[in-house]
């Protein structure tokens, strides 16, 4: 018997005998035609010989080592050794993100079943297969394989497709309906009477009635009947093939009660997630989420330790120079971390180390970044890795704003000393975010990136993202996730009084590294810029002393002038309140310490530090503004030490004092001063008499 299980696809028990399905579809071919099996025949030009668990096709398919994912294997087989019915949730969906190893479990589950006589069948989508890349086979291939398992169906099925030839091409619901469920209801109706007229008549004979011969012709009564689906998301989905799918197999249970269990793995994207969690599924499907409940960490871990060993052995010439012992512990947990619990980047590492014709020592280096000699020779390492980030990203149908959100992300995360990054994308309408997000869910944590805060589901995607030859044409620019992120801090000034500490800090930050968009430059030209400095000031003191304002102003004028320099040639009439500041000059507005008066000092710049601006010579500005800020104060300050609450600044041509209009020193009363837009003076409920 345990010859008959070798290279063995899907085979059946019926009443304790084994049915070898064979080891390849294409083999059955001239046995249907042999036995004149005309609609078998038929049926198997229109099936997927490639979809299968062991088809020759996906030679060598992915498998789980020995030692990994017991935990989510061993609930599988506990399910798969139980009978499917309504209150054993007959359907599991198996879902995480690209790279989780979700097809290596299904392959790895796929032959335990076969092995223990409970497979029916099992389609292993591929988007590169064209006959595995859409849902027109699925159901034609499924229905041959369970013809070929259960004995009791193939005549059935046979005679369906003999008398309708043009079935195999018809829609996907009639298909499932006459090839799989009309004949196995009819089938277990057939096995079902062959039973109680066997026990009829043994009772006549004498004989045990509870006894039934082995060749009885049931189809899998009493026992597990499983059928995998992997890869549904490699399915296309044009036409919302993937809702209707799902919404088929639910009929195999609402409608016709079929006792089949059903395994589908998939990238949790968003509309296979409401197909499960709709009514059809309700009460029929379990959710397996190849999260940290499955120590996925402790299995790459095991996964990495055995494969560098393998590497060692059949490498031990071109290692025998290496240092032991290799690899490090330390070096090891390196690729453990940037592994971020997905298979796919320790298996596409462990692949290009223990490739034939390089030293796996020299290309674990260039893994870790270390120099190594003629590196640029060398194959690149991510190859695999590469091709898959770029296959998803190919599905965006926005893929020029995704880009700038990823870069947003990216830059945020670098940069990161504030809440999630979902604050400062308020700019974005909610409803823009998950629509241009809906095909890049496998990229991140949770099936919503937008709910999640958009956790990217593996490390090594930024630097994909970053490195413009292994992205292409998907090459992020960090500037364009600086004006992002400089959108969002902007934003809040709208309310000034509601402003965060991370926008009041980091929006100049963003702005001076952003690319300048026009939507950045429409935000900056209703910028509360001098509302802004004045803040800033506020922020640095508590009590104001004359001497310590040039030292305070200095680095926030100075960040102003870069911004101006950075935009100027791309403004044009706009920032013209940015322009002003950085190249005529402001007004400082302080309490006096005589009651109901201020300090009004005009600061102009003069020619030389205008030139010095222009140039964008930092070193000149900053001695010519401190020197020029000193000078004009003290000359304001007429001896006194220290101004009473804190200053404010204003435009030089905000000032407006008794009908009359332009800049005015001195020291005026609190209501002949008419302040900049958004600034309010600290002491403008006190109101009495001049002093001058």
Not at 267 to 280: A, H, L, S, V, Y
Not at 339 to 357: C, L, N, P, R, W
Not at 646 to 667: A, D, F, K, V, W
Request: net charge negative; aromatic share 10%.
């Amino acid at each position: 018997m345990d010859g008959m299980f070798n290279n063995s696809r899907e085979f059946a028990i019926n009443g304790g005998t084994f049915n070898n399905a064979g080891r390849d579809l294409s083999l059955n071919l001239n046995v249907f035609e042999e036995k004149g099996e005309r609609g078998l025949s038929t049926l198997y030009h229109h099936s997927s010989t490639s979809a299968s668990y062991d088809a020759g096709a996906r030679y060598p398919p992915p498998m789980c080592l020995p030692g990994t994912r017991e935990a989510i294997l061993r609930d599988l087989n506990q399910w798969a050794n139980s009978v499917a019915d309504l209150h054993n949730a007959p359907v599991r969906w198996l879902f995480g993100p690209a790279g989780a190893g979700k097809s290596a479990i299904a392959q790895t589950f796929a032959q335990s079943c076969a092995e223990n006589g409970t497979l029916l069948g099992s389609f292993f989508f591929w988007r590169s297969d064209p006959t595995r890349n859409n849902s027109q086979r699925l159901f034609t291939t499924l229905a041959l394989q369970m013809a070929i398992a259960i004995p009791g169906l193939r005549p059935i099925v046979d005679e369906v497709v003999t008398r309708n030839p043009f079935l195999p091409t018809s829609s996907i619901e009639k298909q499932c309906n006459e090839l799989i469920a009309q004949p196995w209801s009819l089938a277990l109706k057939k096995a079902r009477m062959h039973i109680e007229l066997k026990q009829w008549w043994d009772r006549l004979s004498g004989l045990n009635p509870s006894v039934v011969p082995e060749s009885s012709q049931q189809p899998f009564l009493g026992r597990a009947c499983i059928l995998i689906i992997d890869g549904l998301d490699e399915c296309s989905n044009v036409h919302n093939e993937w809702q209707h799918i799902l919404s088929i197999l639910a009929q195999l249970y609402r409608k016709y009660s079929l006792p089949v269990q059903i395994l589908v793995c998939s990238r949790p994207e968003p509309c296979i997630k409401e197909c499960f969690t709709g009514w059809n599924f309700g009460s029929i499907c379990q959710w397996l989420a190849l999260d940290d409940t499955y120590q996925a960490s402790k299995d790459i871990r095991f996964f990495l330790q055995n494969g560098f060993q393998k590497i060692l052995t059949y490498h031990s010439n071109s290692m025998a120079h290496v240092p032991q012992p290799w690899p490090t512990s330390a070096q090891i947990e390196y690729l453990l971390q940037k592994s971020s619990g997905q298979f796919v980047y320790a298996a596409t590492v462990m692949k290009y180390i223990g490739e034939d014709g390089d030293v796996p020592a020299d290309r674990l280096n260039i893994i870790l970044g270390l120099p190594v000699q003629d590196y640029e020779a060398r194959c690149s390492p991510y190859a695999e890795l590469d091709a898959l980030y770029l296959q998803i990203l190919s599905t965006v149908k926005r893929p020029t704003f995704l880009l700038q959100i990823l870069s947003a992300l990216i830059v945020h995360q670098k940069e990161h000393i504030g809440p999630k990054p979902m604050h400062f994308l308020q700019s974005v309408p909610i409803g823009l975010l998950h629509a241009t997000s809906s095909g890049v869910h496998s990229l991140f944590k949770h099936p919503s990136p937008v709910e999640s805060g958009f956790e990217f589901a593996h490390a090594s995607f930024p630097e994909f993202l970053l490195n413009c030859n292994r992205s292409l044409h998907f090459h992020i620019d960090e500037s364009a996730g600086h004006d992002l992120l400089a959108q969002g801090c902007l934003e809040q000034y709208t309310d000034v009084s509601s402003v965060g500490e991370y926008s009041r800090g980091k929006w100049m930050f963003h702005c001076i590294h952003a690319n300048g968009s026009d939507s950045l430059i429409s935000k900056l030209d209703s910028f509360p810029v001098h509302t802004w400095i004045t803040q800033a000031v506020k922020h640095r003191i508590c009590l104001f002393p004359a001497y310590q304002l040039p030292s305070e102003l200095l680095p926030i004028l100075l960040s102003i002038f870069q911004l101006w320099y950075k935009f100027q040639d791309k403004c044009g009439p706009y920032l013209q309140h940015i322009r002003d500041i950085s190249t005529i000059g402001f007004t400082i507005v302080g309490a006096s310490d005589l009651p109901s008066t201020m300090h009004i000092v005009s600061i102009q710049y003069p020619p030389s530090l205008s030139s010095a601006i222009a140039e964008g010579n930092t070193h000149i500005i900053i001695q010519q503004l401190k020197a020029h800020l000193i000078s004009e104060l003290e000359k304001a300050l007429s001896g006194t030490k220290a101004w009473l609450g804190l200053p404010e600044i204003h435009s030089l041509s905000c000032q407006i004092y008794n009908g009359r209009t332009g800049p005015q020193e001195g020291m005026l009363e609190v209501n002949d001063f008419t302040p900049c837009h958004g600034c309010t003076f600290a002491r403008a409920q006190d109101r009495e008499k001049i002093h001058r």
